[in-house]
């Protein structure tokens, strides 16, 4: 499976930022400094998980666009759809396996629709209740696994971390002063919405 073009990414060359966009634009800012000889490790992360994106950035930058926003001449027809599966697919509906106990399917069964619109309902009741608790934990996550790969082997990581997850804004910002301005700003940045949701 690809890499979706449209992901928001960070890029960094060691500890400096380079652009905050789409995947593609990331990635070219990225091809840009490694063409011009910097030195640091070239890193791009996306930005809803905080995760490292491994981009191959060999070549022209054609060839690295063409790899990540791959378009299709006009005379060349795209690939066939895939077969239809099972569900409603005009609907976005998808089929899977979901195990219960008897009398879960008993109580699902007699609710109006049935056992599909009932679980829909409690799944969408279920997003609803827990949307701010959800939004922090992602942005918690999200920091953290940033701050792991940029700022792990640095004085105040651990007491960082911990701020993090208790939800100290102040702590973060006193145990990362001395990181460098870039990690700091972005891990700040990430971890903003765990602190204001």
Not at 45 to 68: H, I, Q, S, W, Y
Not at 73 to 92: C, E, N, S
């Amino acid at each position: 499976m690809g890499l979706d073009p449209d992901m928001r990414c960070t890029a960094f060359a060691g500890t400096r930022f380079l652009a905050t966009g789409a995947l593609v634009e990331a990635a070219l800012a990225a091809k840009a400094a490694q063409d011009a000889g910097d030195e640091g490790l070239i890193f791009i992360f996306n930005e809803a998980t905080g995760r490292a994106v491994d981009v191959d950035l060999r070549g022209p930058v054609k060839a690295v666009r063409g790899r990540l926003a791959p378009a299709f001449p006009a005379d060349l027809v795209p690939p066939p759809p895939a077969p239809p599966r099972p569900g409603r697919p005009k609907l976005g509906v998808v089929a899977r396996e979901v195990t219960l106990l008897p009398r879960h399917w008993e109580w699902l069964n007699d609710q109006p629709g049935g056992a599909s619109v009932a679980l829909r309902k409690l799944v969408d009741a279920a997003r609803h209740a827990n949307e701010g608790a959800d939004r922090v934990r992602q942005a918690r996550e999200a920091a953290y696994r940033f701050m792991s790969t940029m700022a792990g082997d640095l004085a105040g990581f651990e007491e960082a971390a911990r701020a993090l997850f208790a939800g100290d804004r102040a702590g973060l910002e006193t145990h990362s002063q001395g990181w460098p301005s870039d990690v700091r700003t972005h891990a700040l940045r990430l971890a903003e919405p765990a602190f204001t949701a």
